[in-house]
Each structure stands twice: as structure tokens, then as C-alpha cells.
């Protein structure tokens, strides 16, 4: 005798008879452009939503390149420009996001080694 099932059979859910929604018919019309009424209403309302949530004024200006004014993520407390020896004049060092220091050769390239900065300015290899 096979074991008996735990679990009920599905049951198909009941089907609600409801009359289909009506279908929206779109013509084209002689008039193509859009409502000058309409566009001008919008214009005066998003005028108005700007001068509300923002500085309160109602003037639109074009958005500029922020990528610009961005120079990387720095740390308060690191100084912007990293001092280095006199030695080191010929290496640059870069700032990354991960908030390791890596040295730039002259050709553009990366030293594999991360390096931390001191709080006197100087660089030691990350261990």
C-alpha cells in the first residue's frame, strides 16, 4: 500500500466573471502638435515646484560637469597634497579609494605595492 500524501491536490482557484475593461482608441488627428494651453500649464507648474523646493528661484539653468570639479575621495585628516623627501621628487604618489598610497612612474604606470602614509608625511610599503 503506497504511503499516504500529506498534502491536498492543488484546487484550480474560482474564475470571477467580470466584463473585460473597454479598449482606449487612439486617433490621429488633424491638430499633430501638442496643446499650447497644456505645455504652458506644465511650464508654470514645474516653475513654481522649483522656486518651492529649491533656493526660491524660479530661473532654469543647464546642469554643468560635476566630473570638473572632482579631484578624488580625500581624506580629512590626510593633507591634500601628500609631502614627500627630496629624494622622492621623481615619484608621484596617488591617493586611492581603498586608502592605500600607490607610486605613478613617469610613463603613467602603478607599483603593485600599496604603501600607508605617516603622520609626518612620509610612505611605507602596507605589510
Given at each position: 500500500m503506497p504511503p499516504i500524501w500529506p498534502f491536498n491536490k492543488k484546487k484550480q482557484p474560482l474564475a470571477l466573471e467580470e466584463e473585460a475593461p473597454t479598449p482606449i482608441v487612439y486617433r490621429k488627428t488633424e491638430d499633430q502638435g501638442v496643446d499650447s494651453g497644456s505645455t504652458s500649464q506644465q511650464q508654470e507648474d514645474y516653475k513654481?515646484?522649483?522656486?518651492?523646493?529649491?533656493?526660491?528661484?524660479?530661473?532654469?539653468?543647464?546642469?554643468?560637469?560635476?566630473?570638473?570639479?572632482?579631484?578624488?575621495?580625500?581624506?580629512?585628516?590626510?593633507?591634500?597634497?601628500?609631502?614627500?623627501?627630496?629624494?622622492?621628487?621623481?615619484?608621484?604618489?596617488?591617493?586611492?579609494?581603498?586608502?592605500?598610497?600607490?607610486?605613478?612612474?613617469?610613463d603613467g604606470s602603478f607599483d603593485p605595492v600599496a604603501h600607508i602614509m605617516n603622520a609626518d608625511g612620509s610612505y611605507e610599503p602596507y605589510s
Open positions: 513654481a515646484a522649483l522656486s518651492f523646493f529649491g533656493s526660491g528661484d524660479a530661473t532654469v539653468h543647464k546642469a554643468s560637469d560635476q566630473s570638473q570639479r572632482y579631484d578624488g575621495v580625500v581624506d580629512s585628516a590626510t593633507p591634500a597634497e601628500p609631502v614627500s623627501s627630496p629624494e622622492e621628487n621623481s615619484v608621484e604618489w596617488v591617493a586611492h579609494t581603498d586608502g592605500y598610497h600607490y607610486k605613478k612612474a613617469a
